[in-house]
């Protein structure tokens, strides 16, 4: 899978994370409790409008089950870049890594994530 086609999967599931039909909400009863309180406030629509592209939810999820194949640095990486939105010297400085190795480091969790995906669709079709 070439770099921009998992990067483009990778910032569809970080807007997976941050949506209310995402990782983030389902993880907390206090999330799905005021989400369902937003709900009932605004009609039946949650009071934030979303923007930006449409999420593909099957994918996003798809992801998050092949995360766990990833190192843990890895899966922190690309949290904070594509999840948390944190900026490149920020992320480098929290799992010190030099400045100048980011894109390698990068690239490598990508490669990571877009075999363990290649992983968890074999073993779905079986």
Not at 35 to 60: H, K, Q, V
Request: aromatic letters at 4%.
């Amino acid at each position: 899978m070439d770099r921009s086609a998992i990067a483009e999967r990778l910032e569809n599931w970080g807007r997976w994370c941050r949506s209310s039909d995402g990782a983030m909400a389902a993880a907390s009863m206090t999330g799905a409790i005021c989400e369902s309180m937003l709900r009932w406030a605004g009609g039946g629509e949650p009071r934030t409008a979303r923007t930006g592209p449409a999420i593909d939810s099957n994918d996003a999820a798809l992801l998050g089950r092949a995360m766990v194949r990833l190192t843990l640095d890895q899966r922190r990486l690309l949290g904070l870049l594509y999840v948390d939105e944190k900026r490149k010297g920020f992320i480098a400085a929290l799992l010190r890594i030099l400045p100048r190795e980011f894109d390698r480091h990068l690239a490598a969790a990508q490669d990571a994530i877009s075999i363990a995906i290649s992983v968890c669709q074999n073993s779905n079709s079986k």
